[in-house]
Structures are given as structure tokens and as C-alpha cells.
């Protein structure tokens, strides 16, 4: 069997039964799960089926699944690299303040910060506060919350209220899915609280999203694609889905 074929027999799989693992597939194709997560990557740029945790699920379902952050770290590191890269020419002016979201992605543009960047950073995000806290230009503030363990971020009642008093001229935020007609979006309500609550208190909103995210809508939507400004995505977003966004006003920059 071709590639083609057996990715068109998944897909059609995937889709008659709602959700299945690498494993399952690798047996039911006798091929290697290195394999199946090649198809399954191909399929999901091609829209006809999701990845999730172990295995995929049909294009058009929800993603209820939040994977950890160190699993994130492991997706795409190539495209978040140049989305990272990307977003660096949207820092604001020395002396500015802004936010950074947790995520996998924004913590690569915090690996690629000059060491001359001078910034006010709120975060909410224990990791990435860690690597600033020794920038020496950057004065950091670790907003306050309940740390969840998926995102290794404050969430909760302290961490939004702590950002309503707070103003950012830029917030860099990470999203699970982000879509013309739903936003951008979470899976998580207290995550998703946070993620609103800091759009709302930024004149700016950059979205890092890698091209597997966009189009794609997530359970709970923090932001209205009219609060965003701009996303920063990598070269294999598809056409429809960056027009769908360019006409809702949104600035596409891909990477």
C-alpha cells in the first residue's frame, strides 16, 4: 500500500470510529509507530484528521485533550524555533511592558530574548519566569495563582485579578486553537480565564500558533478573533485557513 493510500484509509478509520491510538493504527496498517505519527502529521495538515495524545481524533472534534508541557516541548520544535523568531520583531520599545503567556512556543522566544532587551515581563508561567530571572535586563513579575501541573502556570481567582490591575502594551499569547469564527481557544476554563484575562489588559495581541493549531477550535474560547491582532504561524498553514483570518482582520506572519 502507498503512503497516500494508507494515510486516506486512516483518515477514513479515524473518522468511523472517533478515536484511535498510534499502536492501534501501527497493528491495523503493519506498519512502525514512527509511521503512523508521519501520517498522522501529514493528515492533520491536510485538515482530515487531529493529533492528540497517543493517537488521533476526527478533524472537525473539539480538543478536550490538554497535553503536559514537556510533551509540547517535543511537537514541532523546528516551527515554534522559527515562529519564536518571527515574533522577536514585535517586541515593543525599550522600557515596555508585556505579557507572556505559558506554552511551549512563547518559551522559545523567551530562549531566543537578546541579552540587551529591556523589558517589563509579567508571567504567569513558572518556567519561563525561571529563565528570566537572571536576564539581567528584564524586570520580572511572577503573577500570583494555584500552578497547574499540565502547564506549569498560575491559574484562578489571584492570577486574573492580578492582571485586571495591569496594563501591557504587547501580550504573547499561546493558544490550543484559533479559528475566524471561534477565536482563539482552550481546553481548560481556568486556563482559559487567565488567557482572557490578559488579553484584556494588553493594547496588543500576538498569538504564537504553530500551522497544526489554526483553523482548529478548542473547547473554550478566551479571545474573539477581533481582539487579535496578530499571529505569528510557520509556512505550513493552510490558504483558507490564513484568508479566513486576514479577512477577520487578524495580521498573519508566517514564519
Do not use: C, W
Not at 500500500?1 to 493504527?25: D, I, K, T, W
Not at 512556543?105 to 515581563?121: K, N
Not at 502547564?151 to 490591575?165: H, K, N, P, S, Y
Amino acid at each position: 500500500m502507498y503512503a497516500e493510500e494508507r494515510q486516506q484509509a486512516m483518515a477514513q478509520l479515524v473518522a468511523e470510529r472517533g478515536r484511535l491510538s498510534v499502536v492501534e493504527l501501527a497493528e491495523t496498517f503493519d506498519v512502525t509507530t514512527e509511521t503512523v505519527r508521519r501520517d498522522l502529521s501529514a493528515l492533520e495538515r491536510l485538515g482530515l484528521a487531529r493529533r492528540v495524545h497517543g493517537g488521533a481524533v476526527p478533524a472537525g472534534s473539539l480538543a478536550m485533550i490538554e497535553s503536559g508541557l514537556l510533551e509540547r516541548d517535543q511537537v514541532l520544535p523546528d516551527e515554534k524555533q522559527r515562529i519564536a523568531r518571527r515574533a522577536l520583531d514585535l517586541l515593543p520599545a525599550a522600557g515596555s511592558t508585556v505579557f507572556i503567556d505559558a506554552g511551549s512556543t512563547t518559551g522559545h522566544l523567551i530562549g531566543l530574548l537578546p541579552r540587551d532587551t529591556r523589558l517589563v515581563v509579567f508571567t504567569h508561567a513558572v518556567p519561563i519566569a525561571a529563565r528570566l530571572a537572571s536576564h539581567p535586563h528584564v524586570e520580572l513579575h511572577l503573577l500570583p495563582g494555584r500552578v497547574r501541573v499540565t502547564t506549569q502556570a498560575a491559574v484562578g481567582a489571584d492570577t486574573v485579578e492580578a492582571l485586571q490591575r495591569i496594563r501591557a502594551d504587547v501580550a504573547f499569547v499561546g493558544a490550543n486553537g484559533i479559528s475566524a469564527d471561534h477565536g482563539a481557544s482552550t481546553p481548560d476554563r481556568d486556563e482559559a480565564a487567565t488567557k482572557r484575562a490578559m488579553v484584556r489588559s494588553a493594547h496588543r495581541v500576538v498569538v504564537l500558533a504553530d500551522a497544526t493549531k489554526v483553523g482548529q477550535e478548542s473547547a473554550i474560547s478566551f479571545a474573539d478573533i477581533g481582539d487579535v491582532d496578530v499571529l505569528v504561524t510557520d509556512d505550513q498553514v493552510r490558504e483558507r485557513d490564513s484568508a479566513a483570518l486576514t479577512a477577520a482582520g487578524v495580521e498573519v506572519l508566517v514564519s
